[in-house]
């Protein structure tokens, strides 16, 4: 039994991670999280009271941080600005909470001598064509498209440091596009359920032929609980489960989920310097720890995550109008 800081454990995979550890292992949480616009504590609704503990707090302010960090055998890295859209439109929090954050978290587990495991993205390897056999490994180049993608890479870079340089026992994974609940209406998949479900058609930037790589945002978190347990320290691993689909197909697969026909949708203005095509082989991962995904049946997978933005509205429905606002402004 260990004592896990969960940062950014209100937000959508963090959320995710701690209902998985409260149900997979008997570890205590904290969970340490801002609740920027991004996050919401209903996410962490059911906890039991006496393994779980919500700490509202900056990761960028080393006091809370340090007084946290003295008290847990290790911390989990998830908080950060997430969004591409918004990191185009104001880049400036993703430097404060992406490289100043992890800095500052860093500083705390170098003092302290805790484990650390930082949640990082695919995206930090540029993208790739779409007739590329090429995945992304381990040794992929760095090559960040976006302000968003630029900070978790250079987030990454310091973790690399601070290992080498001052012994910090750390590890890092870099996942695919997750899905499943309580992700925030922003993105992709729960923007267009929430819409249809709204009745407004959805959204598809450009032709739509970018394709992502999608995992369960649960078999992410049996991933990381994996590399907690038997990672080596000072190592990166890629986190994926061969789910390469193209936005358009998943747009068409959500309406035909939902009973619409599967062209009711509408072409919006693209994303600038829109990455084409992510993909991960996760083969370390797998040879080296042994961990498998559970969810393979995409479909499967979306149908269940379409069932519960259906059943959880009051969830969702006060930050819908927001956002389809900030799009509109933008021709999205
Ligand atoms: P999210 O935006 O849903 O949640 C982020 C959480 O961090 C929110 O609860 C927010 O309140 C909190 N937060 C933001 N700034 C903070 C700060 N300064 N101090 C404390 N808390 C703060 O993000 P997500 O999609 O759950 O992503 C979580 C992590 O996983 C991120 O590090 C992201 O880069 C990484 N990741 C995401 C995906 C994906 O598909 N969403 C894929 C790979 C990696
Ligand atoms: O309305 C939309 N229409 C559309 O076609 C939105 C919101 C997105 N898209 C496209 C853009 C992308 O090609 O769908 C794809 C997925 O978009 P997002 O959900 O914004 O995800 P992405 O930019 O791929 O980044 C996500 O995966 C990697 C997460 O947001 C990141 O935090 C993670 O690092």
């Given amino acids: 039994m260990a004592t896990l800081l969960v940062t950014g454990g209100a937000g959508f995979i963090g959320s995710n991670f701690v209902h998985h550890v409260i149900d997979h292992t008997d570890h205590q949480v904290v969970v340490l999280d801002k609740l920027t616009y991004a996050g919401n504590l209903a996410s962490l609704d059911g906890l039991p009271a006496d393994r779980f503990r919500f700490v509202q707090g900056d990761i960028a302010d080393a006091g809370v941080v340090d007084e946290l960090v003295g008290g847990v055998d290790a911390v989990v890295h998830y908080a950060a600005e997430s969004h591409n859209d918004n990191s185009l439109h104001d880049p400036r929090p993703f430097l404060d909470t992406n490289i100043i954050g992890t800095y500052t978290l860093l500083e705390a587990v170098r003092r302290h001598e805790k484990r650390f495991h930082h949640i990082s993205t695919d995206e930090v ?5 779409l007739d590329d056999p090429a995945r992304f490994t381990e040794h992929t180049p760095y090559n960040p498209s976006s302000p968003y993608s630029s900070t978790k890479a250079g987030s990454d870079l310091l973790v690399r440091a601070w290992v080498r340089s001052f012994g910090v026992q750390a590890t890092i994974s870099n996942c695919s596009n997750n899905y499943g609940p309580y992700q925030h209406v922003e993105k ?4 267009q359920i929430t819409n249809v479900i ?3 058609r959805p959204k598809l930037y450009g032709a739509g032929e970018n394709v992502r790589d ?3 945002a649960d078999d992410h978190s049996s991933a990381v609980l994996t590399i907690l347990d038997r990672g080596v320290i000072g190592e990166t691993y890629l986190i994926g489960a061969d789910g ?3 936005n358009k197909d998943v747009v068409e697969l959500i309406l035909s989920l939902m009973g619409q026909p599967a062209d009711a949708y509408d072409h919006v203005t693209d994303r600038a310097g829109h990455d084409l095509r ?6 370390k991962l797998r040879t080296d720890l042994g961990w498998a995904p559970q ?4 479909e499967a997978g979306l149908a269940a995550t379409i069932d519960w933005y259906r059943a959880n509205e009051a969830w969702w429905a006060p930050t819908k109008d927001g956002v389809e606002a900030f799009y509109a402004s933008k021709g999205q």
């Avoid at 390897?125 to 064509?129: A, Q």
């Avoid at 992709?188 to 923007?191: N, S």
């Avoid at 969810?295 to 995409?298: G, L, P």
Wanted: net charge negative.
């Fill in 295 to 298: 969810y393979s049946d995409f």
């Fill in 125 to 129: 390897y540029g993208d790739l064509e």
């Fill in 214 to 216: 999608w995992i369960h």
């Fill in 188 to 191: 992709f998949i729960p923007r």
């Fill in 244 to 246: 390469e689909k193209n």
């Fill in 198 to 200: 709204r009745g407004i």
């Fill in 278 to 283: 992510y993909a991960i082989d996760s083969t």
